[in-house]
């Protein structure tokens, strides 16, 4: 049994070193992603709760590797902060996802509002505002339309220029949403201290409608909550019919999840827009 222990841990030790090896040849070839055309902008529908109407989006980027296939962002993201390149891949992301914006709001005549996530190393960079306004500019997308969601995990007290950034970008017209909110440390520091328009309520609360009643009772109290302090609501993760009757009920403003669409490539968010238009 002492061998096998032993053995087992070399194993251990060795798949470990595989992946901190395979993590950094991930790491050099992202450095190229962008370059070589690699990175796709991925758009989730939002709906209104009671219409169901599409109302708005949420920008999800994807990386395309030649050989891997898809690479979730759940996985590069924290590989791009390590390196730095989450700067230059955040910028990418909100230049290509606000000219789609602009472009479909021509094409369909729809003012879909537009979710772009940015990373903590991104709201404190000194310069993001000036990013931003260029983006605004270049793409003449409304500033109004763009919805920057800010997650929960980044602690105010260590990020410098997090609220003169978030109050600067609604100085431009641009409006905050509170991402995974529920989930981190200081979740109602957060909403004290934040100029927030919306909180998103995340997804592990939400898959657990119909099976835990504590986290009924937060989801419930969240919305509430919001309200009474003149945010909207978002409910991320609504996978089911029961989800959509147990957040209507509660008056959740606004909803996103696999339930309405998962998150789709430009042609066929498109094809999404045009059935809905002509319907
Ligand atoms: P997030 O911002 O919380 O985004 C929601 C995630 O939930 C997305 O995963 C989406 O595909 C997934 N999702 C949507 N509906 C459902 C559902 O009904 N059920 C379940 N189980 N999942 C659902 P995705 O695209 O893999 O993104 C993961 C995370 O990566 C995002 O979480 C966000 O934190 C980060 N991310 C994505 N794009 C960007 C980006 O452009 N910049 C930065 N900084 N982070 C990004
Ligand atoms: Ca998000
Ligand atoms: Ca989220
Ligand atoms: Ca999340």
């Known amino acids: 049994a002492k061998s096998l222990g032993r053995n087992n ?51 999800l980027v994807r990386w395309e590797h030649p050989e891997l296939g898809f690479i979730g962002p759940g996985f590069f993201i924290p590989l791009a902060e390590e390196t730095g390149l989450i700067v230059s891949i955040g910028e990418w992301v909100l230049r290509t996802a606000c000219r789609q914006a602009q472009a479909w709001e021509q094409q369909f005549g729809l003012r879909l509002r537009l979710g772009v996530n940015l990373s903590a190393v991104q709201l404190m960079q000194s310069n993001l505002l000036e990013i931003v306004s260029g983006v605004l500019d270049e793409t003449g997308l409304d500033a109004n339309l763009l919805e920057m969601e800010v997650t929960e995990s980044i602690s105010i007290k260590a990020a410098p220029n997090l609220i003169e950034n978030l109050q600067g970008l609604r100085r431009l017209g641009c409006r905050i949403a509170i991402d995974d909110f529920g989930t981190g440390a200081a979740s109602l520091d957060y909403l004290r201290k934040l100029p927030a328009d919306r909180i998103k309520i995340d997804q592990s609360f939400v898959r657990n409608i119909g099976v835990d ?10 919305i509430e909550m919001a309200h009474r302090l003149k945010r909207g609501v978002v409910a991320e993760g609504v996978e089911i019919e029961q989800h959509l009757r147990f957040l209507q009920a509660n008056h959740c403003d606004e909803l996103q999840g696999y339930l309405f669409c998962r998150p789709l490539p430009p042609p066929s968010f498109e094809k999404l827009l045009f059935e809905r238009q002509r319907l």
Do not use: C, W
């Not at 009643?213 to 969240?222: G, K, M």
């Open 9 to 59: 841990f070399q194993i251990y030790e060795v798949s470990t070193e595989q992946a901190q090896q395979q993590n950094l040849a991930l790491k050099s070839r992202l450095r190229h992603a962008e370059h070589n055309g690699e990175l796709r902008v991925f758009y989730q529908p939002q709906v209104d709760a009671i219409s169901e109407d599409i109302v708005g989006m949420e920008a």
């Open 213 to 222: 009643p504590d986290d009924e009772a937060i989801v419930r109290t969240t």
